[in-house]
């Protein structure tokens, strides 16, 4: 359909029309609606028609005939706009095109859009910024050390601008002569007019440089008058001199209108009421800051006057004057206010010496006997003789100040002291000072088993007198008592007994006296803490959790023989607490005494005498004091009796015969546990171990597949059996075992970690890291794999490894001691000892570590560092670790102390595992 075409009329259905047969209309030029120009020739019109007038018809299409103005196109409509009729459905099918046009647009506009991006990508791919071309290395610079970031030199100035050639060009003399002549100064002013006219002074003229000679001659004179002739030197201070000027403060317009404004608003103020003391010292005090003291001074002097009954008002006016004048207005002050102990005290600090201070303040005293504030002042500056004295008159004048007592019974005698307390305890018997410093004083002097008397009479005596007991102020006073010079351990443990159970209740007893010992611990208050436990104990003695507390106490903090006498006693009260007699049998071996520790096994024995820990308890001693004939015999009696025969005894019994080197002992021991015990695992690798030993390789995979067998879940038995094949040169069957392993037991961190040092060890480096791959996939939380990862990755891609596992498990011993690794490969002393301590603080079990932070200190710390990370894990005891249960566990190595295991450990940090 044409947009200005004509549309016929609808024809009835079924007829057609042929449009080409159809007549022209009349005066019809094709094409001339777009523009065509058209023309006719003879055999159009004929011999007499005339040839329509194409412009004259194009002029009444443009004129003004109202009846061709369509309502879409206008006037302007083209020949067939007269003819045609524009209705809805030339309208909606212009509304199609519209739309189909639109969507052309939108379509070549996404495509227009994509070659652009595409394009513009291109170009910026090959004309890349400058920021991003350095962004790699700016991300390194984050690495870079301050003390680099400090050893960048400055680079100076090194500016390449051209320098300014300085040209000469000669002035003129008549513009020096006129420049010369406009700066000139005067010396003499003519008498006569600018007009030139005489003055009616007559022609006398004035010598400007003769008044300024003047001038300076009566300055030289008044400085001579001033001078010393015989000396030659200056009589003005100089420093003083300069400290005026300092004190000559410029003040801006604003400043000094601020001022005058605060000066009348205060003279306003003293002016309508003369007897208001700060409008007087506000307003005194406005002149100060304005530079002028002496006006301050009559204002302070106006307001003493006005206000005499006021002591601020003399203190004020006593600060603005010298000392001397000083003294003299406070003289005047305390005249007037006798009973005024703030004048009183200012009068003794404007005197120099203490005689001086000391007779002032004693007639203060004889004017105001009840103020402890000038009892006190006199006191501090008296001698100890005296001071006795006028704290024996203070008591008197002022009994109801402990204070003063206190200070009175501190300068007595023994039996003195005794008195002034009882005399004190009479006249304040609402005060527990008197009563705790009663028991101190008695303590003190000889008489320990007089504070469990005291406390509890005190505590008594001031809840009848209506005192509130406050028990964490009186637990508080018993952490003082303990930590005074010299310390008062009885006064500390009576108070402690007496009050610490006051306002508790029954069922919250033990909680809570277990979180004050330990509260009083963290604050470093052992007796304290320890009294605690004592009293615990004693409601308590069938607890053996707080026996176990109070021991690591003494362990901690107390002697060897505290610690003895606290276990015996613990024993005593729970003979059917294992962990006590192993405490006691292990602290009296671990002091040397090995007979201490048999016996207190023996009564063990008697009391527990089906305890396997018990058992393995005397066996151990035996055994690390090479007593093996003897440490057979405690296990062949554990193994005979049946509650006792369990299979870490049949193992203890193996290793025993491994010791001897009894090999074929040692074999018929596992074979018999095993028999006795087929899922303990233990045993099926200490029977491999023992055919590997002895060579036999056949006889050893048979031992770890009977143990894999029946032990699916035993880890170590699965690598046991990969390293044996991996050492027999069967790497493809350590594979193939280790593979089933993980499909037996999935998500196993271990099993990853002994596939991946296998093809490490075998030099497949791609395979190793594939299965490392897998292995995170599998276990991403796993700290060891985390840690071996660092330890593989090539030194560059090590750090950012880190920031990958630390924020899977920031909190890993592994990864935190792997990074510390890095740190000092990297020798960044400062973090690796941080990471280090970090490490040990998290898991202090892991003896590898230790190691490794104690090679560390032998090389950056020094000894001293180093043996401090020797105490500390020797305290830590640890057991764990790969190369620290190989080292330990080595027969060749056997009954090593822990010293000479951390440094052998140290030593071996860099073997393969």
Known sequence: MSRQGIRPQPLPPGVKVDFNALKAPAGYV?????????????????????????????????????????????????????????????????????????????????????????????????????????????????????????????????????????????????????????????????????????????????????????????????????????????????????????????????????????????????????????????????????????????????????????????????????????????????????????????????????????????????????????????????????????????????????????????LETYENARKVLNKARQAVPTSAEVWITASKLEEANGQPAMPD?????????????????????????????????????????????????????????????????????RRGSIETARAIYAHALSVFPGKKSIWRRAAQLEKAHGSPESLDALLRKAVQYCPQAEVLWLMAAKEKWLSGDVAGARSILEEAFVRNPDSEEIWLAAFKVEFESAELDRARLILAKAREHPP????????????????????????????????????????????????????????????????????????????????????AGNIAKARALLEQARLKNPKNPQLWLAAVRTEMRAQNTKAAEALMAKALQDCPDSGVLWAETINMAPRPQRKSRSVDALKKCNDDPHVVAAVASLFWHERKVDKARSWFNRAVTLNPDVGDTWAAWWRFEGQHGGAELQEAVLKRCLAAEPRYGERWQRVAKDPALAHQKPEAVLKRVAADLDKPL
Not at 159 to 178: E, R, W
Not at 469 to 498: F, G, H, N, Y
């Open 30 to 410: 094709a094409g001339m609606g777009r523009g065509a120009a058209g023309f006719t020739t003879r055999s159009d019109i004929g011999p007499s028609m005339p040839a329509p007038d194409v412009q004259q018809d194009k002029k009444d299409d443009a004129g003004g005939d109202e009846t061709k103005f369509d309502a879409f196109l206008g006037n302007d409509a083209g020949v067939l706009g007269a003819t045609g009729v524009y209705d809805e459905e030339d309208r909606e099918a212009d509304n199609v095109w519209d739309n189909i046009e639109d969507r052309m647009e939108e379509r070549r506009k996404e495509r227009r859009e994509a070659k652009l991006k595409e394009e513009l990508e291109k170009f910026r791919a090959e004309n890349p910024k400058i920021q991003e071309q350095f962004a790699d290395l700016k991300r390194k610079l984050a690495d870079v050390p301050v003390d680099q970031w400090e050893a960048i030199p400055d680079i100076g100035d090194y500016t390449v601008k051209k320098q300014k050639l300085d040209k000469f060009t000669p002035v003129p003399d008549s513009l020096l002569a006129g420049a010369a002549a406009r700066d000139a100064t005067a010396t003499a002013i003519d008498a006569r007019g600018a007009g030139g006219l005489e003055t009616p002074m007559g022609g006398a003229t004035t010598d400007l440089t003769a008044i300024g000679a003047g001038r300076n001659t009566v300055v030289q004179l008044k400085l001579d008058k001033i001078s010393d002739s015989v000396s030659g030197q200056t009589v003005v201070d100089p420093k003083g001199y300069l400290t005026d000027l300092k004190s000559v403060t410029l003040k801006s317009d604003a400043e000094i209108s601020d001022i005058k404004k605060a000066r009348l608003l205060l003279k306003s103020v003293i002016s309508t009421n003369p007897r208001h003391a700060p409008g007087w010292i506000a307003a005194a005090r406005l002149e100060e800051v304005a530079g002028k003291l002496q006006q301050a001074r009559e204002l302070m002097m106006k307001g003493c006057e006005m206000c005499p009954n006021n002591e601020d008002v003399w203190l004020e006016a006593a600060r603005l004057q010298t000392p001397e004048n000083a003294k003299a207005l406070l003289a005047r002050g305390v005249a007037a206010l006798p009973d005024s102990v703030k004048l009183w005290m200012q009068a003794a600090r404007l005197e120099q010496s203490d005689e001086a201070k000391k007779r002032v303040l004693l007639r203060a005293l004889e004017r105001i006997p009840q103020s402890v504030r000038l009892w006190k002042a006199v006191v501090e500056i008296s001698e100890e003789d005296d001071a006795r004295v006028l704290l024996s008159r203070a008591v008197e004048c002022c009994p109801q100040h402990v204070e003063l007592w206190m200070a009175l019974a501190r």
């Open 453 to 521: 008397k005291i406390v509890p009479r005190g505590i008594k005596s001031l809840a009848a007198n209506g005192v509130v007991i406050d028990r964490e102020w009186w637990l508080k006073e018993a952490e003082s008592s303990e930590k005074s010079q010299p310390p008062m351990a009885a006064t500390c443990r009576a108070i402690v007994k007496e009050v610490v159970g006051h306002g508790v209740e029954e069922e919250d007893r033990k909680r809570t006296w277990m979180a004050d010992a330990e509260e009083c611990m």
């Open 644 to 727: 006792a025969s369990t299979a870490r005894v049949w193992m203890k019994s193996a290793m025993v015969e491994r010791e001897a080197g009894d090999a074929a002992a040692e074999r018929g021991l596992l074979q018999e546990g095993i028999r006795r015990f087929p899922y303990f695992w233990k045993l099926h690798i200490m029977l491999g171990q023992l055919e590997e030993r002895l060579g036999n390789t056949d006889a050893a995979r048979l031992a770890y597949a009977a143990g894999i067998k029946r032990c699916l879940d035993a880890v170590p038995l699965w690598v046991a059996a990969a390293r044996l094949e991996e050492g």
